[in-house]
């Protein structure tokens, strides 16, 4: 299994961001995904989830705001992020099966 996160990057307050995991050498509507982050001195946080069935489950902080999606065609999860906020900085990762994705780098300015 092979995960490859993208569409990190450096936005305002208020903005949005849209993240990609590609998944390769998986059948992809056969397992959830989640998103996790790390901020700096901080411990990794999962931020959201995606079941094989479609269900999603989403850290408190971030409801109503980051939005989970698949594409099983692409073999592509993403996390939709609007209204970010400067405590939303982090690393974040993809994962499946244990497998954990190289990370893309978000950072909010205020």
């Known amino acids: 299994v092979q995960l490859q996160a993208s569409g990190g990057g450096l936005v305002q307050a208020g903005g949005s961001l849209k993240l990609s995991c590609a998944a390769s050498?998986?059948?992809?509507?056969?397992?959830?995904m989640d998103w996790y982050r790390q901020a700096p001195g901080k411990q990794r946080e999962m931020v959201a989830g995606?079941?094989?069935?479609?269900?999603?489950e989403y850290l408190d902080s971030v409801k109503g705001r980051f939005t989970i999606s698949r594409d099983i065609a692409k073999n592509t999860v993403y996390l939709q992020m609007v209204n970010v906020k400067p405590e939303d900085t982090a690393l974040y990762y993809c994962?499946?099966?244990?497998?954990w994705g190289q990370g893309t780098l978000v950072t909010v300015s205020s």
């Open positions: 995606i079941s094989s069935m479609g269900d999603t």
């Open positions: 050498g998986i059948i992809f509507s056969y397992y959830g």
């Open positions: 994962t499946t099966m244990n497998t």
